[in-house]
């Protein structure tokens, strides 16, 4: 039996306490009114104070930071949508259901860009219309700089690394390691060979749940290509149960009261980063010549980078992008084809033309994707149509001051700090741009009529970044999903084990940053073919 299988297979024994979930939903509703009644009015009070003496801190709204000269239109003054419950109704709402609720808040108004207030900080809503204006600053806005508010909070992040990461763009050193033809080539021939030795490794039938093993699989796969062979997820059987732990529960974090309503997350995040410490003191020679030591940028800016404790905080954040990001999406690619049995039909017979290749550099099969494409059109349709129904939204920090052009008015007066929302969701999932079953299941609309695909409507799905600031990692998460589904699918049929049919599973609420989240799992057997 192979070691992730063992590891992530026993994830599936942690069942849930329903006392426990009451005791914490009573207690965050407790706090909740406490929040509301008086911390609230307190808080309120200390805004005004702190407003009325002309701050010009880089956290702050203030006007007085936007250029009022003639010609162009303040942020305070676009439209703003109120909430029904004052100051954080709308983060409750983008706590409860991310995508859905900023889909309602778009459908609400006829406005191209809005505002929303959440506490301590106003955020510019952009429609899908804006993309085309905002992909002209794509090196004024980023993902990362967002850290600067959520870092201390969610990741303990400390102010000296919260600076380093408003004054840099870490987007080059991604583009390095992820971009470039030949690195991006060592790392699908890493995971790949990783998925297909735990494959055959497997016995002729096996019993588990399915998304706890494949998310395992998948985040061993990635973690064994960017933290290297000797890595803790792969290595580390409490380390990987924490992690999957806190890839569900993390944006708990952000919280009021976080140590005490997100203890499960709290516990898990400093478990991990002291485990990560350890590991990389154990395997230091290895580690540093890693991808994920090349993208660090505590690495880059701190020479004492060893016994900063931020390094390891840092490369948590670098897990929970890179590692949960494709192991969720290839669950719910695989959900959706159980749920249609004739889709799955077909794309198994597809998956049968994969051959094996010999690594270049491993020496070592894997599965050979040169030609997925071709051979596979309805697993690709599938994986697209997956990340179209499936990806939510992400934040971008303007890093500097610029002016950004509106249809039919002045441009917006931009302002260092200021937050966007670009919501994938909301063209993905509008019938305008798919027709009326938009909301459905369908990778057919990305096949053409003689069988192949259709890029050029694959290219309309907004996923791994939206107006001009896509991800670098998007083509490895690609590839190691598709050696993960595709593997399973070649070699092994999938049975429930007891004899219901498959499901779609529902969203996990919370925050979804990125892409949502699956709310259950399904017992199968993998016997194979």
Partial sequence: MAVIHSVWGSLASKSSNADFELATLILE????????????????????????QNSHDFYSDSDSKIPLHSGLLPVSKLPNISSTIPWIGHLLGLQRDSARYVNSLIASTAAPIFTINIPFKRIIVANPSMDRNLSRHTSETGLAQILAYVGPRVFSLGPKTIQVILDCDPRSLHKVEFGAVDNLKALS????????????????????????????????????AVWGVQNPWRMDREFAEEF???????????????????RSA???????????????????????????????VVAHSDPNWESNP?????????????????????????????????????????VQQLGDVIGEDSGIPRLDLSNVRTLCPWLVASWYETLRLHMTGVPRLARNDFNLNLPGSDPLAVSQGDIFLLPMCASNLDPMNWGPDAASFIPGRFINGDGTLNNSLIRKVRAFGVAGNLCPGRVFGFEVAMMVVAGMLRDF???????RDFWVPGVRKGFNVGFERYADDVKVALVRR
């Fill in 266 to 296: 709290y516990k898990s995040r400093k478990f991990l980063s002291n485990r990560l410490r350890e590991f990389h003191h154990q395997h230091r020679e290895s580690r540093v010549r890693t991808v994920a030591h090349g993208i660090n």
């Fill in 310 to 350: 931020d390094y390891f905080n840092i490369e948590m954040v670098s897990a929970l992008g890179l590692l949960a990001t494709p192991s969720t999406l290839s669950v719910w690619l695989m959900r959706h084809l159980l749920a249609a049995p004739d889709m799955l039909h077909i794309i198994v017979n597809e």
């Fill in 189 to 224: 021939e890493r995971s790949g060979v990783f998925v297909w030795d735990e494959m055959n490794k497997l016995p002729a039938r096996s019993e588990m749940d399915l998304a706890h093993w494949m998310f395992g699989l998948t985040v061993s796969a990635t973690a064994s």
């Fill in 244 to 262: 999957m732990n806190l890839s569900e529960t993390f944006d708990s974090l952000s919280r009021p009261f976080a140590r005490f309503t997100a």
């Fill in 493 to 499: 049929s999938i049975e429930s084990l007891d004899a």
């Fill in 29 to 52: 509703g407790i706090l909740l009114v406490f929040f509301v009644y008086v911390i609230v009015p307190l808080l309120r009070s200390l805004i005004r104070s702190v407003q009325s």
